[in-house]
């Protein structure tokens, strides 16, 4: 059951999840500043998140222990890890979930390969290896493993070394080498088992509201370098303070802006089926997702040219 509404509880909520996103933007950000040497100030950097999930956590806590807040939820029952007893379901509610998991398929497939384009791996025979993990992490109940946008890019970026350059006096940050390893992988998931044995303190101090605003720092950190938030901003700033970008040079800024326009109604076609509260219409939103394809191949080169479209679709610089 959650807390009944007030206003303390609410002002609250706010506080944490946006002094959440204030806080590790800033300790992200101190890596732009003189203070400090160069890996300190990286270190500072890669250690945003839990010190702004760690600090926010104990003044929600401490500071507002009066106001009564959402707490931690979670399964405190015996039975959470057991296997599906899949025999009981009706024929009917097995073509109903073979339907849902076709649609949830597509969704964690084009995670796999967004994740693999934009990391530059190829992702080979992985698509067989997690069907089968999946399948047998669903059985127990068990969170599936595959890569995810953004946390599988953000991994990468924690493990390369990025070097920041002028050109025409706008500053990009440059990849020049990124480590090959796995055991942060493995690390990592290692302690995401080992966090069970934290619940229910001091996993219980940590609110739902905090948790929020990870999430929103996470998007934040995110727009860095992604040219679709870059073209947005576009439409804000004047013409003779653009970034001497490869698109901005070979398109035409009528034709940049009709290629972000259709881009942003179809962000606001995903964010009504993600983000509406009935359940059943969520399910289809790897569906939707799809035929954002055709969307793209059929419809847009009718509106873009496709000489423009190739230079938009570009990773030059």
């Not at 599988?152 to 924690?158: F, V």
């Not at 000489?307 to 990773?315: G, I, M, Q």
Request: aromatic share 12%; net charge positive.
């Amino acid at each position: 059951m959650g807390v009944e509404c007030n206003q303390a509880s609410s002002v609250l909520f706010l506080l944490l999840m946006l002094g959440t996103v204030w806080l590790g933007v800033s300790i992200f950000n101190f890596k732009k500043t003189p203070f400090l040497s160069a890996g300190k100030r990286e270190i500072l950097a890669d250690y945003a998140l839990p010190i702004a999930v760690v600090t926010m956590s104990f003044v929600g806590s401490f500071f507002f222990r009066e106001v009564k807040a959402e707490p931690f939820r979670y399964d405190d029952s015996e039975n959470v890890f057991t296997v599906t007893p899949l025999g009981r379901l009706p024929g009917l509610a097995i073509a109903g979930a073979m339907g849902l998991g076709f649609a949830l398929s597509l969704l964690i497939l084009m995670d796999q390969n967004i994740s693999s384009a934009v990391d530059r791996h190829t992702i080979g025979s992985w698509p067989f290896v997690m069907a089968i993990l999946t399948a047998a992490l669903s059985a127990v109940g068990l969170p599936w493993m595959h890569a995810l946008v953004p946390h599988s890019p953000l991994h990468a970026r924690a493990l390369a070394d990025v070097e920041e350059r002028v050109h025409q006096g706008h500053v990009y940050q440059i990849i020049v080498r990124v480590r090959e390893t796995r055991l942060t992988v493995l690390f990592s998931h290692i302690l995401i088992g080992l966090s069970i044995m934290l619940l229910p303190y001091p996993m219980a101090y940590i609110s739902p509201a905090v948790l929020n605003g990870l999430f929103l720092y996470v998007a934040v950190t995110g727009l860095g370098g992604n040219q679709m938030f870059e073209r947005i901003s576009l439409f804000f700033t004047e013409q003779s303070a653009y970034p001497p970008n490869h698109y901005i040079r070979r398109v035409p800024q009528r034709k940049i802006h009709q290629f972000t326009g259709c881009q942003l109604a179809q962000l606001m076609l995903m964010c009504l089926f993600g983000f509406v509260p009935w359940p059943y219409m969520k399910m289809i939103f790897p569906v939707i997702l799809l035929s954002l394809l055709p969307i793209r191949h059929l419809i847009v080169p009718r509106v873009v040219e496709d000489r423009f479209l190739k230079a938009l679709d570009s990773s030059e610089h």
